[in-house]
C-alpha cells in the first residue's frame, strides 16, 4: 500500500483514540491490499481507491469499536467483511462471524481470514433467516432499514445482548416500525475522519421490559 494509505490510516486511528500495535497495524494494511487486489476483478465495492477505502472500509468499521464488547459479534451483511474484519483485528479476543448470502464476498473473506490468520473470525455463506445461533451484539452497516435488522436478527440475539446499527441518517418512520418489545437505547454521531460530511451514527438497541426472551 501507498504512503498516503499508511498516513491516512495511522491519522485516522489516532483520531479515533484507537491505539494498535505493529501486528495489527500490518494486518489492517494487509487487509486494505486484499482488498483492493480482489476488488479490481470481483467488484466487491463500489470505493476504487485504496486511499479511499482506508476511510470508508477501515476507518468506519474502527469507529465502533469503542461499542463493542463480545465476547460472541455477528456481522450481519457483512459483505467483503466489514465492519467484522476490522473489529476481529483489533480484538483478538472477540469471537466474529462474519454472515453474508453473496458466494465471491464470503469467498474474499475466508480468503483473508486465511492470510491473516484471524482464528477469531468465521465466515458463513447463509441468507439470515436461514442461519442459526446466539449472540451477545450482533452489527451491520449493510441494512437499510433498522426495522428490518432488528426483525431478521431477533432470533440470534442473547437474552441480555443488543443490536449495533451503523447508520447514516434516522428516519421518524424506520423508529416507528421497529418491532414492538424493542427500543433505541443511545444514538451517538461518529466521527469518521475522511468521511467529511457523511452523517454517520451508530443505534444501541436492546428489547425492552416485556420483550422476547
Known sequence: ?????????????????????????????????????WNRAYNLTAVREPEAMVARHLLDSASVAFAVR?????????????????????????????LDSNGKKVRFQRQAVMELGLDNVTCAQHRVEAFSGEYDQIISRAFAALGDFVGLTEPLLAADGEWLAMKGGLEADEREALPAGVSIETRQALEVPGLDGAERQLLRLRRTAGGDR
Open 70 to 98: 463480545g465476547p460472541r459479534l455477528l456481522d450481519v451483511g457483512a459483505g467483503p467483511g466489514f465492519p467484522g474484519l476490522v473489529l476481529a483485528i483489533l480484538d483478538p479476543q472477540l469471537a466474529v462471524t462474519l
Open 1 to 37: 500500500m501507498t504512503p498516503a494509505c499508511e498516513r491516512i490510516l495511522d491519522q485516522g486511528l489516532a483520531a479515533l483514540e484507537v491505539a494498535v500495535d505493529a501486528a495489527q497495524r500490518q494486518r489492517l494494511l494487509a487487509l486494505l491490499g486484499l482488498l483492493h487486489k
